[in-house]
């Protein structure tokens, strides 16, 4: 008897824990929806992952491999929750996990993973599409332009750095940042999704970093890790136009740094008119 009385006060009060943590939760929406993993260490992975104070929060069931997602909507969303568990290493049907965070999981951990194909369109018999909608027109409307906004975007802040105009490249790194959170990662190819997941933190990082200064001299000293990571984007996402890929050995006190360029003519983003043709092209992307 106190045995069951004991029981159910636990239950009782894991209730109203769970009541009161979701209740701190205002605009509160709520999502069901599938997380691959397997056991015990993946819950509670999954759970660090998605949760967020007073902003979101996550409950996975390890039987089913559902999870119930709670979020303040003004705050935050579904894929935003979904991305931070993709990287730590947990699929769902929206986001994939890069393969070196899953290959890093404990071995417990590696669940099967599936294949996942978009649908596009519901197909009769014949194969011709019956109709569309909306949502997949914006699918198809995103991976027409890629990450070339986010290009786009970046190239403007090194020419802003070229011509020493902190305060354009600051306007410059605002608009990249929002090309940045525009990026709809489900419409992006595999391959260049998992390169994305992987650079992301580091690009926002840089960028926002840039965006908050006017200081040329100090933005220059986050241009090479930002160059750096969208030279990788680029290299896998095989864009459209001809790119130089510069490098200056006395940059960064003498390490070197590198840029990106539409333009084969050197012009240093890290010294303008002081050495404005002081480097050289390393690699020619096509």
């Not at 929406?29 to 967020?52: D, R």
């Not at 965070?101 to 996942?116: F, M, P, S, W």
């Not at 995103?142 to 354009?168: C, H, I, R, W």
């Not at 680029?234 to 840029?259: E, L, R």
Request: proline fraction near 2%.
């Amino acid at each position: 008897m106190k045995k069951s009385i004991s029981t159910s006060m636990m239950v009782i009060t894991m209730l109203l824990s769970f009541i009161v943590g979701h209740s701190q939760i205002k605009n509160a929406k709520t999502a069901s929806v599938k997380i691959y993993g397997n056991c015990g260490m993946c819950e509670k992975t999954i759970e660090t992952a998605g949760n967020l104070k007073k902003v979101a929060s996550v409950d996975w069931n390890q039987d089913t491999k559902m999870a119930t997602l709670t979020y303040d909507s003004k705050k935050t969303n579904q894929d935003e929750i979904l991305k931070r568990i993709a990287l730590a290493g947990y699929d769902s049907d929206s986001f994939l996990a890069p393969d070196n965070v899953y290959n890093n999981l404990h071995g417990c951990c590696q669940y099967d993973r599936e294949a996942k194909v978009a649908v596009k369109s519901e197909m009769i018999m014949d194969g011709t599409s019956t109709h569309k909608n909306h949502s997949d027109k914006a699918v198809t409307n995103q991976k027409s332009k890629g990450l070339t906004p986010v290009f786009d975007a970046y190239f403007e802040v090194k020419d802003a750095l070229v011509k020493t105009d902190g305060a354009t490249a600051s306007v410059k790194a605002k608009s990249l940042l929002a090309s940045i959170n525009e990026v709809k990662m489900e419409a992006l190819p595999m391959d260049v999704h998992n390169v994305w997941m992987k650079l992301l933190t580091d690009l926002k990082k840089d960028t926002e970093s840039i965006s908050t200064n006017k200081d040329a001299n100090r933005q220059r000293t986050y241009l090479d890790r930002l160059s750096k990571n969208v030279y990788e984007l680029i290299k896998v996402s095989k864009i459209d136009a001809t790119v130089y890929y510069q490098f200056c050995p006395m940059a960064n006190d003498g390490k070197g740094a590198n840029w990106l360029s539409k333009d084969s003519a050197i012009k240093n983003p890290y010294y303008g008119s002081m050495m404005m043709s002081c480097g050289k092209t390393v690699e020619t992307i096509k």
